[in-house]
């Protein structure tokens, strides 16, 4: 409750006989009383959609007089009598008088009676109090109040006009310099002071009266050539009226100052949203990648040729160097950005932020789990493939040597068997022929082995998945066939030579022992040479450091030893690198750590230091794509196995992409603690205490429980710095609340309980006018009007919700 002291009262609220000798002795000041009061009440009896005519008449049935003090105070007052009567208009009347008492003002002298008979002086005098509890009172400048107040206010605001001196609120406003230099200090674009002359008071007066009534909504109050014509212009009048620019002024000022804080409160937001939109989109297009990507990764339906193999093993090798490191970036970017905006929210006032469903962290943290789980065996799988491919095509290459060396043996035997030839032939044909046979028979039954090895090839074939396995079983099924046929064959010929032989006695002994003796070497011939064309296939240099038996076999043995050697270069090439870049990876990411604890100087110090340490590890690069490119020759040449090394590609690719996110995190970690240092004002000095604080946090304390549910709410496990920080600060930061801005949107307003969309478009930047009018409901309560908007549920919204 304002009070109205008695030191007040006795300064501006004159007895009745001072109103009667002020009148006596200057009837003038009754005439600027008048005009100045009844265009003061007019100003806010506008508001209401009425006015005055004449001042002690018009309040005399109280109606206007209760209407003027709602409308200035903002009150609701006691029912009006709507009766003619004057016990009517005197109850009104005190009703009014008692409102104004109820707000500390003593009234002397002053009853309604006198008001609803239209005594002009008294009239006047309750007007005044009115003006003076509720126009001048509350004016405070510089621990000054009241009428002091406003006097300092205006020798404070034309201090810079020499030709001014403001003492008193009569003869220093007589040249009209004074409002002049008021309106001059606050909108110098209104009046070109430099051209007023201090010795033509009418033009100086009409003209700060008719720009203040134009520009700024102040109604003429008063008449120039009353002022100009009387030696002592009336205080009150002045007063009122000087008030007037006062309210003008200060309320533009807190019009602007409303409309900054707002300005800034908007900024804030829509900086947030721009985050928060820019978390979303990055978070759905990794999650998308991944979820295209993972099916690539399970996929393990083998290709039929090494070509085919090689060439997944070189997508996978892009995928590697190619397509996945720009991801875990955007991963690492996106738990930043996500770190950023929750330590601004946190700064500014604001609830966390919630992505929406399956964006969450964790979301893409499993996601990036299946990803890496589906990796995991894939290559290996691939290397497998390939292994397993390389030992179908040596067999299938066995396969068809051994299969076309049957295929040539056997070639004409079915037509030899068939033939009649001892039909005609003596006894001694019949025995060499007998012999013959024999001879075939030893050697028919020497390629048993090539067939019997013939079909186990193809049935491994067939277990291996071969891919032109049908081929293969068709070709071996027709060897078996022909083989069982030349068997049959083979019978019947015998049993005819062995009756014809019954038949005829005599035989050739000597060329069925030549026959006999004949056959077996003719056997081994044959067997070496198939052995001799035979192909191979070895892993390592000591397989085949063993000296030859055949010739001919020197060249390509010399060939696989070359290749073997060339293996080992490649190994021993990697391995020298890769036993150097593993440790350095090692080396750094334990020096990060080091750094993040035992960090010295200012933030920004700290914050330079860590960007020259991630450039020089950024320009490590060229030795991981160096190694890259070893590796890929490794794996070109089917190099499965380094005993140079315990290192392998994706040992290093793996510790690499951590080194960068480490380094990003802990860098994104100390811009986190500068906002925070900005937003809560602490000293550097608070910074070193918090970070000797954090890294000696012992959790052996009784308090470690109730702390830990403040520094770690998802019970992580892990407390960040940026999180001991908030806890050390919780209370320090000056941060906007819904209260103050609802408070500013008040002003700009104008104490309405809504906004128009007009008024956001004159007192906000555009952008942000558009903003508040695209997000703010319609206003709906008993006072709307078309248009209206409610500022306070958007007040409300703006740190209640995340996305409005």
């Not at 030859?548 to 030893?561: F, I, K, T």
């Not at 090692?586 to 080091?594: F, N, P, S």
């Amino acid at each position: 409750m304002d009070h109205y002291d008695s030191q007040q009262t006795n300064d501006y609220m004159q007895p009745e006989e001072d109103w009667d000798r002020d009148l006596l002795l200057d009837p003038a000041w009754e005439k600027q009383q008048r005009k100045t009061f009844t265009a003061w009440c007019n100003s806010h009896l506008r508001k209401a959609g009425t006015q005055i005519e004449n001042i002690e008449e018009d309040f005399r049935d109280g109606l206007k007089l209760m209407l003027l003090l709602e409308v200035i105070s903002g009150e609701r007052l006691a029912k009006p009598e709507r009766g003619k009567m004057r016990v009517h208009k005197i109850s009104n009347v005190n009703k009014a008088l008692d409102f104004i008492a109820s707000k500390g003002v003593k009234l002397v002298s002053i009853g309604a009676e006198e008001i609803v008979d239209g005594n002009v002086k008294m009239t006047l005098g309750m007007i005044w109090t009115i003006i003076l509890r509720f126009a001048i009172q509350d004016i405070s400048v510089e621990e000054t109040s009241a009428k002091e107040g406003l006097l300092l206010w205006c020798q404070r605001k034309t201090a810079p006009y020499k030709n001014v001196n403001i003492q008193n609120f009569h003869i220093s406003w007589k040249d009209g310099l004074g409002f002049c230099a008021l309106i001059h200090r606050h909108r110098p674009e209104l009046i070109d002071y430099g051209k007023l002359r201090k010795d033509d008071p009418l033009t100086n007066l009409n003209t700060a009266f008719d720009v203040a009534e134009k520009y700024l909504d102040i109604p003429k109050m008063l008449d120039a050539e009353d002022i100009v014509g009387t030696a002592r212009p009336d205080e009150k009048a002045i007063m009122t009226y000087v008030s007037s620019f006062y309210h003008a002024f200060s309320g533009a000022q807190k019009a602007e100052t409303a409309a900054n804080r707002i300005c800034k409160v908007l900024a804030v937001n829509q900086e947030n949203e721009r985050l928060m939109e820019d978390y979303e989109k990055l978070a759905s297009d990794l999650l998308e990648w991944i979820r295209r990507t993972i099916p690539w990764l399970e996929n393990r339906l083998p290709e039929n040729t090494m070509h085919a193999m090689q060439q997944k093993l070189e997508d996978f090798r892009d995928y590697r160097r190619l397509h996945k490191p720009p991801k875990v970036q955007e991963k690492c970017q996106l738990e930043i950005n996500f770190n950023t905006l929750q330590t601004k929210l946190r700064l500014s006032n604001r609830p966390a932020f919630t992505p929406s469903e399956g964006r969450m962290v964790s979301d893409i943290n499993n996601a990036w789990g299946c990803l890496e789980q589906a990796e995991k065996g894939y290559e290996e799988w691939l290397l497998n493939e390939i292994r397993r491919l390389e030992r179908l095509d040596h067999l299938a290459e066995k396969f068809r040597q051994k299969a076309s060396i049957h295929e040539a043996w056997t070639d004409g035997k079915e037509a030899m068997l068939r033939h009649k030839d001892y039909e005609t032939a003596t006894l001694s044909e019949i025995k060499a022929l007998l012999k013959k046979h024999e001879a075939f028979e030893s050697d028919l039954a020497a390629h048993q082995d090539r067939v019997e090895q013939i079909a186990a090839i193809a049935q491994e074939l067939n277990e291996l998945d071969y891919y032109d396995s049908p081929s293969v079983n068709a070709r071996c099924q027709r060897i078996c066939d022909q083989w069982d046929n030349l068997g049959a064959l083979t019978q019947k010929r015998r049993e005819a030579l062995e009756r014809t032989e019954k038949l005829l006695e005599t035989i050739d002994q000597l060329y069925l022992e030549y026959a006999k003796r004949a056959a077996p070497f003719n056997n081994w011939m044959e067997g070496a040479m198939e052995d001799l064309q035979d192909t191979f296939i070895v892993h390592t240099i000591e397989e085949i450091q063993v000296r030859q038996l055949v010739p001919r076999r020197d060249q390509a043995l010399m060939e696989e030893h070359a290749r073997q050697q060339h293996n080992e270069r490649l190994r021993k090439q990697f391995a020298a690198q890769a036993n150097v870049i593993g440790p350095w990876i090692q080396t750094k990411m334990e020096e990060i750590g080091r750094i993040s604890i035992e960090m010295h100087g200012t933030l920004e110090d700290q914050l330079s230091h860590l960007r020259q340490y991630e450039k020089s590890i950024v320009n490590y690069k060229p030795k991981i794509d160096q190694l890259e490119g070893d590796h890929q020759l490794i794996q070109e040449a089917l190099i499965f196995d380094n005993k140079h090394t315990n290192y392998t590609m994706e040992h290093i690719r793996v510790g690499w992409e951590q080194l960068l996110t480490t380094i990003a995190r802990t860098i994104n970690e100390v811009e986190n603690q500068i906002l925070t240092r900005d937003a809560k004002g602490i000293s550097q000095e608070q910074m070193n205490e918090f970070r000797a604080s954090f890294n000696h946090f012992d959790r052996g304390e009784a308090e470690f429980a109730r702390i830990m549910s403040i520094v770690d709410p998802n019970r992580l496990g892990v407390v960040t710095f940026q999180a001991f920080i908030d806890f050390m600060s919780r209370e320090t930061a000056d941060t906007d609340t819904a209260d103050q801005v609802m408070a500013s949107f008040k002003i700009l307003a104008g104490d309405k309980n809504y906004i128009t969309v007009d008024e956001l478009r004159r007192e906000l930047p555009p952008d942000q006018a558009e903003y508040c009018i695209a997000r703010m409901a319609p206003y709906t309560g008993p006072d709307a009007v078309p248009g209206a908007l409610d500022y306070m549920s958007f007040s409300t919204a703006l740190y209640g919700e995340s996305d409005l």
